[in-house]
């Protein structure tokens, strides 16, 4: 049983396209973090969101946290194939992270 | 550059050979933790330590052993590898576990053991 779940799992899309990608758990969490991982590499952090409702931008992602710090979601506006790879949530109960099985993203040129 | 090293990249063992996994940090941070990776399950952690000489269970411990006798290494070992071991790993360190402070993580160590 995964305490956190991410959707879609995979994700083939256009360049310029816009999306969306969810992280969803029951469980509240003191923060949560995004990381995008490429392949033959470990991930890298991307954002820490730690506010219910808070939003950061990171040029053309915005990270969401959920009202109920339960969820998250990552928006990613016109994208390129440089974003291409597994964007993984994390999510921080106080003494552990679990992290979310992850969304696969193709960005097709 | 700060940075996580993890030895070797890539490993094909034998059942029952043990073998240690080495992780190495120099940005002076206290937490330390390793993951695998498989498909479908995502990242698993293993073990976790907070400190010098305080180490944890993750969720998934059977088979594995940890030591961190210096701050800044924390090597893997697995004393008799089975093939149901074979995955990509990751070691991970953090300036503390919880709060705003990510993990920065290795390049990863695929073990193959047949």
């Known amino acids: 049983t995964q305490l956190l779940e991410q959707s879609p799992q995979f994700l083939s899309i256009q360049e310029g396209e816009n999306l969306t990608v969810y992280c969803n758990s029951s469980s509240v969490f003191s923060s949560l973090q995004w990381y995008r991982q490429e392949p033959g590499e470990g991930p890298v952090l991307l954002v820490t969101?730690?506010?219910?409702?808070e939003v950061k931008k990171l040029k053309r992602l915005t990270f969401q946290f959920g009202d109920a710090r339960k969820d998250s979601s990552l928006h990613i506006t016109a994208a390129q194939p440089g974003d291409t790879g597994l964007y993984l949530c994390a999510g921080d109960t106080g003494n552990q992270f679990y992290f979310g099985t992850g969304t696969s993203l193709t960005v097709i040129p | 550059e700060a940075q996580v090293t993890q030895n070797p990249r890539y490993l094909i063992t034998v059942t029952g050979k043990k073998l240690t996994v080495t992780c190495s940090q120099n940005m002076n941070h206290e937490y330390m933790s390793w993951y695998r990776q498989d498909p479908g399950l995502g990242l698993r952690q293993i073990y976790y330590?907070?400190?010098?000489?305080?180490?944890d269970k993750g969720d998934v411990p059977e088979g594995y052993k940890v030591s961190r006798k210096e701050k800044r290494n924390f090597p893997l070992i697995l004393e008799s590898p089975s093939p149901n071991q074979t995955s990509l790993y990751f070691c991970a360190s953090s300036l503390f576990p919880t709060g705003n402070y990510g993990y920065t993580f290795g390049s990863g160590t695929r073990l193959t053991v047949v």
């Open positions: 969101v730690v506010t219910g409702g």
């Open positions: 330590s907070m400190n010098v000489e305080v180490t």
